[in-house]
């Protein structure tokens, strides 16, 4: 599985951004895809996942400022971020969770400003 991510980049707080990633190299349906997140120094850590059911779960500090969204059959997902805040500043990482395996994207850095 190959992941490529697009988007990302320097924004104002209070502002807007889209990450999209597409997936390439399955057979089969990918079970989840999302987007994590990772500051140096400090453990990646979970932004939203989706299932192919369309079941998301997104970390309590995006609740409500971040929307995952995908489409199966052209094996893509996307990350709105809106109200961007200086602490969402980090390198995101498209996933990929397919049987069992986790698969990463190069990541793409998101910057906001104050």
């Known amino acids: 599985v190959q992941l490529q991510a697009s988007g990302g980049g320097l924004v104002q707080a209070g502002g807007s951004l889209r990450l999209s990633c597409a997936a390439s190299g399955m057979r089969y349906s990918i079970r989840f895809m999302g987007w994590y997140r990772q500051v140096p120094g400090t453990q990646r850590e979970l932004v939203a996942t989706?299932?192919?059911?369309?079941?998301?779960n997104y970390a309590d500090s995006v609740k409500g400022r971040f929307t995952i969204s995908r489409d199966n059959a052209k094996n893509t997902v996307s990350l709105q971020m809106n109200t961007l805040k200086p602490e969402d500043t980090a390198v995101y990482y498209c996933?990929?969770?397919?049987?069992?395996?986790?698969?990463w994207g190069k990541g793409t850095l998101v910057t906001v400003s104050s």
């Open positions: 996933n990929a969770r397919y049987f069992g395996d986790d698969y």
């Open positions: 989706m299932s192919d059911g369309g079941n998301t």
